[in-house]
T-cell receptor
Framework: GQQVMQIPQYQHVQEGEDFTTYCNSS?????IQWYKQRPGGHPVFLIQ?????EVKKQKRLTFQFGEAKKNSSLHITATQTTDVGTYFC?????????????FGTGTRLKVLA | ETGVTQSPTHLIKTRGQQVTLRCSSQ?????VSWYQQALGQGPQFIFQ???????GRGNFPPRFSGLQFPNYSSELNVNALELDDSALYLC???????????????FGPGTRLTVL
């Protein structure tokens, strides 16, 4: 079946270090969304990428969508303790006119002060 | 806050029972999706409703069913509960122009279901 894998599963960084999580889909995606979920909370939308090769930036966060629309990455520059949480990608697939979001397995980020 | 509300917050049921979870969408949104999130896992897509019709479904058995009402609020029904149904159930609302699911999903706080 369709799968979206994320690596790494866990990442511990010192505050100020950079962090990257990678998302890989077994199928081509219509678009990809990124979410952040704090412990005990619900996923919060960060960004959506639609076009092949698209790159978007939000302050210290940089998001990329691969040329083949099967992979994506999120890079955080100079992490802060407020960046702690689990980052999920969610790829949109379409089959016979119906839509399905497949969430990745998530990367749990811990930032050490 | 997203404006998406869910009820109840927590629920405890026993195996074999039935449960109904409710979700109120953010104002102006016409699409609701339901997800199941087991502890330590990513959300798993159950199904999506657009203008009261199901237009997407994940790999969940028919005992998971749903409804969307004219005011775009929604229900998730699960029959014959199993122990593995214990999870956080999240609904997400979005505005979908012309039925294409391309917009931001706003998640509610979730309902924590425990099946004993």
């Amino acid at each position: 079946g369709q799968q979206v894998m994320q690596i790494p599963q866990y990442q511990h960084v010192q505050e100020g270090e950079d962090f990257t999580t990678y998302c890989n889909s077994s199928t081509t995606l219509s678009n990809i969304q990124w979410y952040k979920q704090r412990p005990g909370g619900h996923p919060v939308f960060l960004i959506q990428l639609v076009k092949s090769g698209e790159v978007k930036k939000q302050k210290r966060l940089t998001f990329q969508f691969g040329e083949a629309k099967k992979n994506s990455s999120l890079h955080i520059t100079a992490t802060q303790t407020t960046d702690v949480g689990t980052y999920f990608c969610a790829g949109l697939t379409t089959t016979s006119g119906t839509y399905k979001y497949i969430f990745g397995t998530g990367t749990r980020l811990k930032v050490l002060a | 806050e997203t404006g998406v509300t869910q009820s109840p917050t927590h629920l405890i049921k026993t195996r074999g029972q039935q449960v109904t979870l409710r979700c109120s969408s953010q104002s102006g949104h016409n699409t609701v999706s339901w997800y199941q999130q087991a502890l330590g896992q990513g959300p798993q897509f159950i199904f999506q409703y657009y203008r009261e019709e199901e237009n997407g479904r994940g790999n969940f058995p028919p005992r998971f069913s749903g409804l969307q009402f004219p005011n775009y609020s929604s229900e998730l029904n699960v029959n014959a509960l199993e122990l593995d149904d214990s999870a956080l159930y999240l609904c997400a609302s979005s505005y979908t122009p012309l039925g294409f699911a391309t917009d931001t999903q706003y998640f509610g706080p979730g309902t924590r279901l425990t099946v004993l």
